[in-house]
């Protein structure tokens, strides 16, 4: 019962812990799109928080190129945002471990896909790295906007981001020699036209893995863990895969990555935006699992 007496424990200490002192860590040349966050007052660990679909931000340069009404625009960042990880995942900082803030939409760029659209799975639904495409299959940019503006976004925003991720694993790995990416995400209980499997259950987390990245006991912590605090899981099932950056992806095992998925209707009004009651009961588990993770991660 060693995770559900942990879990009591870091629920009632929660609101303490709230204060722990975080700043931007600024690499030279950064672009503005990405904070890296780490803790003042903490010794520093090997594992990288990504969140990198929490903003809502549009840049007003980016906006004319978005065919949507201010009112189809919100209904669009309220469908794919993952509102609020940055918040339920920060206790990676304060245990130590770098947090890496996706600052703009991903309606802007997602920089978890690959730059090139013949690789890209997910381009053949008009969402690459850059969007042609709604979750509901409408047209976010017109196809010959799309053509133009694609190499400017990739350029000013996708590998200046991903070049930053980049730069920031390869600091973790000279100091520690291993790193731990989790990946950061949140998802709606009632899927989207854009979903591969629509008909696939909706647990309360989902983990995606990677054969080449994800140790076996990560999955088996998660696995535990879920099972004695009864949370349903879902492995690699409704999402799958989870982001290491492309220097690395299926070339150096130093470098292991897990992705979370949480159900969104556990911890926020899915229609308001606002947090539920169940807020402070998924951070706290969040907290509890990543730091048994980082634990274990710490031994390898």
Same mark, same amino acid.
């Given at each position: 019962?060693?995770?559900?007496?942990?879990?009591?424990?870091?629920?009632?200490?929660?609101?303490?812990?709230?204060?722990?002192?975080?700043?931007?860590?600024?690499?030279?040349?950064?672009?503005?799109?990405?904070?890296?966050?780490?803790?003042?007052?903490?010794?520093?660990?090997?594992?990288?928080?990504?969140?990198?679909?929490?903003?809502?931000?549009?840049?007003?340069?980016?906006?004319?190129?978005?065919?949507?009404?201010?009112?189809?625009?919100?209904?669009?960042?309220?469908?794919?945002?993952?509102?609020?990880?940055?918040?339920?995942?920060?206790?990676?900082?304060?245990?130590?471990?770098?947090a890496f803030v996706n600052k703009l939409?991903?309606l802007v760029i997602d920089p978890e896909?690959?730059?090139?659209?013949?690789?890209?799975?997910?381009?053949?639904?008009?969402?690459? +790295?850059?969007?042609? %495409? $709604? @979750?509901?299959?409408? =047209?976010?940019?017109?196809?010959?906007?799309?053509?133009? *503006?694609?190499?400017?976004?990739?350029?000013?925003?996708?590998?200046?981001?991903?070049? +930053?991720?980049?730069? %920031? $694993? @390869?600091?973790?790995? =000279?100091?520690?020699?291993?790193?731990?990416?989790?990946? *950061?995400?949140?998802?709606?209980?009632?899927?989207?036209?854009?979903?591969?499997?629509?008909?696939?259950?909706?647990?309360?987390?989902?983990?995606?893995?990677?054969?080449?990245?994800?140790?076996?006991?990560?999955?088996?912590?998660?696995?535990?863990?879920?099972?004695?605090?009864?949370?349903?899981?879902?492995?690699?099932?409704?999402?799958?895969?989870?982001?290491?950056?492309?220097?690395?992806?299926?070339?150096?095992?130093?470098?292991?990555?897990?992705?979370?998925?949480?159900?969104?209707?556990?911890?926020?009004?899915?229609?308001?935006?606002?947090?539920?009651?169940?807020?402070?009961?998924?951070?706290?588990?969040?907290?509890?699992?990543?730091?048994?993770l980082i634990d274990a991660f710490m031994?390898?």
């Amino acid at each position: 019962m060693i995770y559900r007496n942990l879990f009591n424990q870091i629920q009632d200490c929660t609101l303490s812990t709230r204060s722990t002192t975080c700043k931007p860590f600024i690499f030279a040349g950064m672009q503005t799109n990405c904070h890296i966050l780490k803790s003042e007052s903490t010794k520093h660990l090997p594992v990288i928080a990504h969140v990198p679909h929490s903003s809502v931000i549009v840049p007003a340069n980016v906006r004319p190129e978005i065919v949507l009404n201010d009112a189809e625009l919100n209904e669009e960042l309220l469908a794919l945002t993952d509102r609020y990880t940055d918040e339920l995942f920060d206790g990676i900082v304060k245990l130590g471990g770098y947090a890496f803030v996706n600052k703009l939409s991903r309606l802007v760029i997602d920089p978890e896909r690959f730059p090139l659209d013949e690789e890209e799975e997910m381009s053949k639904k008009g969402m690459g +790295a850059v969007y042609r %495409l $709604t @979750s509901q299959g409408r =047209i976010l940019r017109e196809e010959s906007i799309f053509n133009k *503006c694609r190499g400017f976004l990739m350029s000013r925003y996708f590998f200046p981001y991903s070049s +930053a991720f980049e730069d %920031l $694993t @390869s600091k973790v790995l =000279i100091e520690f020699g291993h790193c731990l990416i989790i990946d *950061c995400h949140s998802y709606p209980l009632i899927p989207l036209p854009y979903e591969k499997d629509p008909e696939a259950a909706r647990p309360d987390i989902c983990i995606g893995t990677s054969k080449f990245h994800t140790p076996a006991i990560i999955m088996d912590i998660i696995k535990d863990y879920c099972k004695v605090n009864d949370l349903s899981l879902g492995i690699n099932a409704p999402f799958k895969d989870t982001y290491v950056p492309l220097k690395f992806y299926r070339k150096d095992q130093r470098v292991s990555s897990v992705m979370f998925e949480i159900r969104r209707d556990l911890y926020m009004d899915e229609s308001s935006c606002l947090k539920n009651e169940g807020f402070d009961r998924i951070k706290a588990h969040i907290e509890v699992l990543t730091k048994i993770l980082i634990d274990a991660f710490m031994k390898f």
